[in-house]
Structures are given as structure tokens and as C-alpha cells.
């Protein structure tokens, strides 16, 4: 997600010499999890955000009661646009003067841990994944999970798509190509590990050894809340954090054979060009047929995998140079992943 506010002036009629400028907030997704989250932030403080718009994808009557409640607030949660059109999205953004902000609880640790030095003092940047339901499963285990077992993450509330890119890691090896995008890292300064308690969200390693990490409950209320207070900070009501009573952090690399789409994205990262899209567009084919149960769990990264084999074989993974050209690109790995649906479901039945 990334939030994106600018000030205006409050109207002379009610404006006082101690009244300071609202921050007006556009909402995209204003029904869904990060959406509420966000929402149930700004009405506790209506004297500092005024919402300008909200969207939502099919749920109308929700948006319509959000729309009356609120008048009229901003913020904006989209992790495809950095993955399928990263360079193209940062070059938009730099050329308008544009502030990103990430709110991902991942990529807004990292934002927050970056503060302790120069982007060139910075060695590497860790995320850290929960490892999802089947962090322990075996392999073998792992070919005949359900669509129901891969809904209960064991951390995090969120929808479907998204809480089975973490069961399969692809959610990770996505947020590894954003932050490429957002922080302007090289490939090998990024790497994951598998941290259960979902406790430290983000950690910068830098030159002289030094480690800085961002801590805190997992509530997204906290980095939306970032977000919409930066460069200040803003009260929340997400429960404090209680290190004596988490008791101990552990931490696991991530195992490439049980969970092979997150080598995927980092294959697609080092590729560049069009990889990510294509990628992208593949997991969400992918995704959709397991949540059909047209396909089992272990044919969404051999979907992802088989689709970005055909496409650099067709010679199409240029870079997209324009929202024109990346919608093209993701329309026709769609379409090649649904050409080889019916060979990878075979294979991984």
C-alpha cells in the first residue's frame, strides 16, 4: 500500500491562528481490510484529515455508507503497479515531485529503519515473512494441502488473494521487487528471512555492521498510521508491544525447495524488464484456478514458472515503457497462463 496526502488550507470562515492545514486523504479500497483499518485511524482524528474520495472494487452499498459517513477524506493501497510497472511508477513519481510513502508493514520498517543512516551506507535490506500456514509442512505435504487449510494465516487478517501469496511465499517475493522499486536496491542488497512471531517487520544492515530494526504488534493500524502523521507521528489504538510476554523472536531462512515461488521472483527481479509483470500476471491466473480448485497448491509457482519460460522464449519481456504497453504485457502472460493451465493442473494433480 502507499499513502499519498497533501495539505490544504482549511476554509477563512472557520480557519483560527492555532488551527493547523488538514491533510486530505484519498482511499482506493476503501472496503477491504487496510481500507477499515485506515478509516477506523482518520475518525479518530477528524480535525487533521479531511477524506477527498474513496473507491472500492464491487462493493457498493458498503462504499455508498462509507461515502455518506465520511464526506470527504485519501490514502492508497496498490502493490501491482510497483511489481508490473516499477521503473515506469518511480520515474511518474519523481518527475511530479511526488512523496511515496510505503505502508506494506514490511516496506514501512525499512522506511522507518533507512532514517539511522546514508542510502550508502546501507549494506543490505531484510524483510521478514511469517511463513504462512504450512511453514513446517513437507513437501510432500505441501501437494495435497486444501484451499481452506491455505486461508488461515497464522499472523495476519487478510483477503484471499493475498493470504495465499503468503502461504506460498510469492507475497514475499513480491514485496522484494517493491522495495527494489521504492528503496532503489540492487537484487543481491535484498533478502528475506522467516521470522514466525511477526514481530520485527523490517531490518537495514549497514556497512559497518550495525542492524536496525522496526518492531511492533502486527496491526496494520501502526504503519497506515505512519504514513498519515509522517514526518510526525500520530496516536493509535493498536495494542502495545509486549517483548516479556512474546517471550522470543526466532528466525529460519526460507526453504527454496518447499517454497519454490519465492526463488521465482527473485529470478524475475534479476531479469528485470518485464519479468515481474509477467510474473505477477501468472500468480494471479494461478491463484484464481487453485481458489476454483482447478489447481492444486503446488501448481501455482509451476504455472508462474512454465508461464515466464514461455514468455522469454516469445522474446516478450522488454521493459514497458508506458501503463499502455505493461497492460499488454499483463494481458498476454494472462492469456499464455491460461494456455498452459491445462498441462501444469495434469502435472501437479
Request: net charge neutral; with cysteine; charged share 20%.
Amino acid at each position: 500500500m502507499v499513502a499519498r496526502v497533501k495539505k490544504v488550507q482549511q476554509q477563512p470562515a472557520r480557519r483560527t491562528a492555532e488551527a493547523p492545514a488538514l491533510k486530505t486523504v484519498t482511499l482506493l479500497g476503501a472496503t477491504g481490510s487496510i481500507g477499515s483499518s485506515t478509516i477506523d485511524l482518520l475518525q479518530r482524528e477528524p480535525d487533521r484529515y479531511c477524506v477527498e474520495a474513496v473507491t472500492a472494487n464491487r462493493n457498493a452499498g458498503a462504499l455508498a455508507r462509507l461515502a455518506r459517513e465520511l464526506g470527504a477524506r485519501v490514502a492508497i493501497a496498490n502493490k501491482e503497479c510497483l511489481v508490473c510497472a516499477g521503473a515506469l511508477f518511480m520515474r511518474r513519481a519523481g518527475a511530479a515531485g511526488a512523496t511515496i510513502l510505503p505502508v506494506d508493514s514490511e516496506h514501512n520498517a525499512v522506511f522507518q529503519a533507512l532514517m539511522s543512516g546514508r542510502r550508502e551506507e546501507v549494506r543490505r535490506v531484510i524483510l521478514t515473512a511469517s511463513g504462512g500456514p504450512f511453514r513446517t509442512f513437507s513437501l510432500d505435504a505441501l501437494r495435497s494441502v486444501t484451499l481452506e487449510q491455505a486461508l488461515k494465516h497464522p499472523t495476519w487478517s487478510m483477503g484471499p488473494k493475498i493470504t495465499i501469496d503468503s502461504a506460498t511465499l510469492m507475497n514475499k517475493g513480491l514485496e522484494l521487487i517493491e522495495a527494489h522499486h521504492l528503496f532503489a536496491l540492487a537484487p543481491d542488497e535484498l533478502d528475506v528471512v522467516v521470522h514466525p512471531q511477526s514481530v520485527v517487520h523490517g531490518l537495514v544492515e549497514f556497512r559497518d555492521g550495525s542492524v536496525i530494526a522496526q518492531l511492533g504488534s502486527p496491526d496494520m493500524r501502526i504503519p497506515i498510521s505512519h504514513c498519515l502523521g509522517w514526518p510526525t507521528r500520530m496516536a493509535t489504538p493498536a495494542p502495545r508491544l509486549d517483548l516479556a510476554r512474546v517471550g522470543s523472536l526466532t528466525f529460519e531462512e526460507p526453504d527454496p525447495v518447499r517454497f519454490p515461488a519465492l526463488a521465482l521472483a527473485r529470478r524475475a527481479l534479476a531479469q528485470g524488464g518485464a519479468a515481474p509483470t509477467v510474473l505477477n500476471a501468472a500468480n494471479e491466473i494461478a491463484v484464481r484456478e487453485f481458489v476454483g480448485r482447478r489447481l492444486g497448491f503446488s501448481g501455482i509457482p509451476a504455472l508462474v514458472e512454465a508461464t515466464l519460460d514461455a514468455a522469454a522464449r516469445r522474446g516478450e519481456l522488454a521493459e514497458p515503457e508506458s501503463v499502455e504497453e505493461a497492460v499488454a504485457v499483463d494481458h498476454n502472460a494472462r492469456r499464455l497462463a491460461a494456455n498452459l493451465l491445462p498441462e501444469i493442473a495434469a502435472m501437479a494433480s
